[in-house]
């Protein structure tokens, strides 16, 4: 049981990727956590309208359910294609979407509430990373720039490997023709993301759609784990289904990582 939690609390929910084996990581859910309301359960957004003092508890709980004892490395979400270097936790954090590093001891996480996580290691060169792909990101190469990140760090994209954790799935996912269009632009065949939903509008698979971006660029262990943050309310906090729903904010759970 993690550190600090007791009899008849829900522990932190901790979903692990094959494919990064004993790497210390783990894609966190909702349960767990002290936060209460529409927030309730392991809410870490810095940016949702939650008292400040159960994000910081569930922040630190969330460390501790992957690396007890290690200092936290984010940084401030703006739905771009950027990555960055952490070293140490950030006093300022820098406006980017993925981090990567090689320090021990160092957790990097980013967020999510329907985007898609996606986790990185290279073992042999104890370089890891972690990205926020939002559609917005996701177009504009935020796995490419990680990945270009952790080779400046001596990582070799033939050795790393990438998970990919709860996101928006296909069904959840409607999107409209001028959304399809954007990405037909970028590529034409991109067209393979998009299944007929009702007039007017598309399904997209996002999660497909980043794990082609990883195989373009050469990564050749990609493990996608196919959870819908949507459709599972008991486990996963979800944008668009706390806007269905007419709430007035949402929950955000973080994906974290650490050299081993």
């Given at each position: 049981?993690?550190?600090?939690?007791?009899?008849?609390?829900?522990?932190?929910?901790?979903?692990?990727?094959?494919?990064?084996?004993?790497?210390?990581?783990?894609?966190?859910?909702?349960?767990?956590?002290?936060?209460?309301?529409?927030?309730?359960?392991?809410?870490?957004?810095?940016?949702?309208?939650?008292?400040?003092?159960?994000?910081?508890?569930?922040?630190?709980?969330?460390?501790?359910?992957?690396?007890?004892?290690?200092?936290?490395?984010?940084?401030?979400?703006?739905?771009?294609?950027?990555?960055?270097?952490?070293?140490?936790?950030?006093?300022?954090?820098?406006?980017?979407?993925?981090?990567?590093?090689?320090?021990?001891?160092?957790?990097?996480?980013?967020?999510?509430?329907?985007?898609?996580?996606?986790?990185?290691?290279?073992?042999?060169?104890?370089?890891?990373?972690?990205?926020?792909?939002?559609?917005?990101?996701?177009?504009?190469?935020?796995?490419?720039?990680?990945?270009?990140?952790?080779?400046?760090?001596?990582a070799r994209r033939d050795r790393i490997v990438a998970a990919i954790?709860?996101?928006?799935?296909?069904?959840?996912?409607?999107?409209?023709?001028?959304?399809?269009?954007?990405?037909?632009?970028?590529?034409p065949q991109n067209e393979r993301f998009f299944t007929d939903g009702?007039?007017?509008?598309?399904?997209?698979?996002?999660?497909?759609?980043?794990?082609?971006?990883?195989?373009?660029?050469?990564?050749?262990?990609?493990?996608?784990?196919?959870?819908?943050?949507?459709?599972?309310?008991?486990?996963?906090?979800?944008?668009?289904?706390?806007?269905?729903?007419?709430?007035?904010?949402?929950?955000?759970?973080?994906?974290?990582?650490?050299?081993?």
């Amino acid at each position: 049981m993690p550190q600090g939690l007791g009899r008849g609390v829900t522990p932190v929910d901790v979903v692990r990727a094959s494919a990064l084996g004993d790497v210390p990581h783990g894609f966190l859910g909702r349960r767990g956590g002290v936060s209460t309301g529409i927030h309730a359960g392991l809410n870490v957004g810095a940016g949702s309208d939650d008292d400040p003092a159960a994000i910081a508890r569930n922040r630190a709980l969330a460390v501790a359910a992957i690396r007890p004892g290690a200092e936290l490395a984010t940084v401030h979400q703006v739905h771009s294609g950027d990555a960055v270097i952490a070293t140490a936790p950030f006093g300022e954090r820098p406006r980017a979407d993925a981090l990567a590093t090689d320090r021990p001891g160092l957790l990097i996480g980013i967020v999510t509430a329907d985007c898609v996580p996606v986790l990185f290691a290279d073992r042999q060169a104890g370089v890891v990373g972690a990205a926020h792909a939002s559609w917005k990101g996701a177009l504009a190469g935020v796995t490419d720039a990680t990945i270009a990140a952790m080779e400046s760090l001596g990582a070799r994209r033939d050795r790393i490997v990438a998970a990919i954790g709860p996101c928006i799935a296909r069904a959840s996912y409607e999107v409209d023709d001028a959304f399809v269009r954007r990405f037909e632009a970028h590529d034409p065949q991109n067209e393979r993301f998009f299944t007929d939903g009702r007039p007017g509008h598309r399904q997209f698979d996002i999660e497909a759609y980043v794990v082609a971006r990883l195989a373009a660029a050469e990564i050749r262990r990609i493990e996608a784990l196919g959870l819908d943050t949507y459709a599972d309310a008991d486990r996963f906090f979800s944008y668009r289904r706390s806007v269905h729903r007419g709430e007035p904010g949402y929950g955000r759970q973080i994906s974290l990582i650490a050299v081993s």
